[in-house]
């Protein structure tokens, strides 16, 4: 995964790799928890605050993604299926 279009390199929008496409994820669900997996997944220590993006680029690969907090990679998380969605693109 890593973050792009940021200002810097702790923020930006999130992206992740698969089928070897950077894609984008989608949920208008996403909280803390998905957060702080997603943070640690990107090798930080956590997250402190989280905003969403108006949209992404590329395929939507995750959608749904309900993160625990003690997952190691956002795929650990549970989520639609990837490249499965009900984003509006």
Not at 40 to 58: E, N, P, V, W
Request: hydrophobic fraction near 30%.
């Amino acid at each position: 995964i890593r973050l792009a279009e940021g200002a810097d390199y702790r923020t930006g929008r999130l992206e992740v790799f698969i089928n070897g496409q950077w894609g984008t994820v989608c949920d208008d669900l996403w909280d803390m928890q998905d957060t702080q997996v997603a943070c640690k997944h990107l090798g930080f220590l956590g997250a402190i605050r989280y905003y969403r993006h108006a949209s992404g680029r590329g395929p939507v690969w995750l959608d749904d993604v309900t993160c625990k907090g003690s997952e190691q990679s956002l795929l650990e998380c549970s989520h639609r299926g990837i490249g499965s969605h009900n984003c509006g693109r």
